[in-house]
C-alpha cells in the first residue's frame, strides 16, 4: 500500500450511473464522495486501510478508470476539491450572466430544499446521528437526538449561510474561552420518552470523576459483607448479607440514576454525592453488628441517603414541568417503602423480616412499576390509560452508554476484589506450594469470568438487551443484582479456601504470621456451599444475561450460540452439587475442578463460536486468499456434473424461479 500522500488510483470500474445526484452533507457529516468534472466519481478516505477496503469493494462493480479514491486531508483530496470547486463557481458565473434574476432565484430555491430535506433527514426513522451508539448496541428506529448540528447554522430558510461552513477565527477566539463552574445550574433532562421516542443529545455521556470515587469507596462494603458472610457460613449470616447488600446497592444505583437522568454540573452537585457517600460511609460502620445492636443506625442512614433523593426528584419535578408527573412518581416510590423501614425498627426478629422484605421489594422494584405505568398498555382501563398518557407524557431515560459502562466498571470492581482477596504472604523461602497453587487456579477462574462477560458475551452483539426491548432491558437490569452479589459471596469464601491447610504441602507455618492466624485446618460444609452456590450462581446469571442480547448470524458455527449457553447452565448445576462430596474434596482439589468447569464453559465459546470452514488454530494466509460460496439451489448432483461436462453456465435466474423442485440438493458453487 501506498503512503498517504498518494492518490490511490482504482483501475476497476465503476458501476454506478454516470449523472449526479443533489447530496445534502450535515455539519459535522465527512463527505464522503464527489463527481470531478471529467465524470470521475472520487470517494474519500479516511485511512490507507480503508482506502484498500474501499479499492477491493469497488473492484467488483465498477469500471476501469471510473473512479479515483482519495485519503482524506492530503494534497490529492485538497486538489481534487478546489479543481472540483473552481470548475462549479465558472459554471455559476457562466448561469448568472446568461440567465441573470433566473439564476438567482433558483440558488435560493435549491437553499430552501436544502433545509427542508435535511429537516426531514433528522425527523426521519433513519436520521438520527448516533452511528457508533447503533453500531454497538444495535439500530433502533424509536431514538432521536434532541440537538442537531446543523440547528445553530442553519436557522432560515432564506439564510445565505450554509451548515458546512466553518470559521476559523470564530473557532480560535471561542478556543481560547475558559469556562467556569457555578454554585447551581438549572438541571437538564438529558433524555426522555415521548410518544414511544426517545429524545437524546448527539454525544456520549461520559461518566464522572466522583462516580468512579463512588466504585472505590464501595470496595467497603463488599469487604464488610462478604468476609462476615463468609467467616460464619450460616444460614443466619446469608440473609444478613443479602439485606446489606442490596441496600448497599441501591446507594450505587441511585447516584447513577440521578447523574443519567439530569445534566447540572454544579458545584451543588458535587455536595450531593458527598452526602450521599457520608450516608453509605455511616451505613457501612453500622453493618457489622447490624442484627443486634446497630440495626438503628444502619436503616437510620440508609432512609437519610432516601429520602434524600426522594427530596431530589421533588425539587425536579418543581424545577422541570415537562417531567413533573414522573418526579413526583418516583418521588412515591421511595417514600412508600420508607414507611416500611421505620416501621422494621420497632419490631424484633422474625418479625421484622415481614416489614424488611415488601420494603426492599418495592426498593428494588418501584422503578419498573414506574416505568410500567409510563409507558401504557393495553392491560389498563380506559380512563387510567388516557391518564397515564397525560400525566407521563415526558418521562426521563437512561443512557445506554453511560448505563452499561457503569454497570461494567461495577462488575469490574466486583472482579477485583475477588482476585485481591486471594492475595497472601508467604513465610518460606520456596513458596510455590499449595497456596500458591490455589491462588493461581483463582486467579485463572476469576480471568475467565472477566474473558466471558466483557470479551465473549459482547463479541458479535447485534442488538444490546437494553435497545432490544423493554422486557430484555428490565432482565438485564434486574439479573446483574443476584450476578455481583452472587460473585460477591464466592469471592469472599474463596479468600477462606486459598488459606486453608486442609491438604498435603499446606502447612501453615508456611505462611506469613498474619495469614498464619486466618488460615483453617478445615474448610466448613457452609464454606463449601457458599463458594460453589455463588459461583454456579453467578455462572449461571451471566447465561442469562447473554440470552438477552441478539447476536449477528453467524454461518456454519462449530457450536451454536443457544447450545452454548445450555452448557454454561449445565456446568453451573455441577458447581452448585460439587459441595456433595463433602470432604471427598479438600480446598485445593475443590478450586481446581471448578476452575476446570469454568475453563471448559470457556474453550466450549472460543472454539464454538468459530465456522467449521476455518481453522481455529492459525489463520492462514492462503486460505483467505482463496473464495467459497455456499448457497442452497433446487439443483440435482446430476444436473451440476452435465454442466461441468458440456461447460455451459448455471443460469442462476432460472434456479431461482423453480419453485418445487427436487428437495435435498445443496451444492457448493
Known sequence: METPATLVNASPSIGHNSHSHHHHHHAGRRLRHFF?????????????????????????????GGFDIVIHGTPEHLEALRHTHAHHEEKQKQLKEQHGDLADEFERVIRELDTLSAELHMISEHAVQLDANFSKYGYSAHLRTKDSPTESTATSLYGDHHGNSFDKHQWDAERKLGSTMRLYQKPIVRQYFHKGLLWRAREAQEVASYELFVDLFYVGIIAISGDSAAEHATGKS???????????????????????????DDILRRFTVLFILTCLLGFTTNMAAAWTETYTPMIGFYL??????????LWYAWQIPMVRGSMIGNGVMIIVPAALWIASIHVEEPGRQALVWPAIALDLFGGTLMVTLQRGGDWMSGRVSEWAKRTFEFFPGANIEHRIERTGQFVTLVFGYSVVGLLFQSGVPFGVNAFFGKAVLALIQAFSFNWLYFEIDSFNLHTHAIRRHFISAIIWFAIHIPFIMSFVLSGATLNKLVLAHDGPDSSVHDLFETYATRSEEHISSGQRWFYCVGLGLSLASMGIISTTHVYKIIPNQR???????????????????????????NSLELIATTCGIVLCVLFLELYGSTCIEDSFWI?????????????????TKKELEATLKDGTVVDVEELARRGGGEKGGVASV
Not at 446489606?244 to 440514576?257: E, Q, R, V
Open 619 to 635: 489463520d492462514a494466509c492462503e486460505s483467505r486468499k482463496k473464495c467459497h460460496y455456499s448457497a442452497k439451489c433446487d439443483v
Open 304 to 313: 437519610a441517603a432516601r429520602l434524600f433523593i426522594a427530596a431530589s426528584m
Open 559 to 585: 457450536v451454536g450460540k443457544n447450545k452454548r449457553i445450555a452448557f454454561r447452565y449445565l456446568a453451573a448445576l455441577i458447581i452448585i452439587l460439587l459441595p456433595l462430596a463433602e470432604d471427598r474434596l
Open 36 to 64: 470531478h468534472p471529467d465524470g470521475r466519481k472520487i470517494h474519500i478516505a479516511g485511512s490507507p486501510d480503508e482506502a484498500e477496503h474501499i479499492r477491493k469493494t469497488l473492484s467488483t462493480t465498477a469500471k476501469e
Open 238 to 264: 446469608l440473609l444478613h448479607f443479602i439485606i446489606t447488600f442490596i441496600l448497599g446497592w441501591k446507594f450505587w444505583s441511585d447516584i447513577s440514576i440521578l447523574v443519567s437522568w439530569f445534566d447540572c
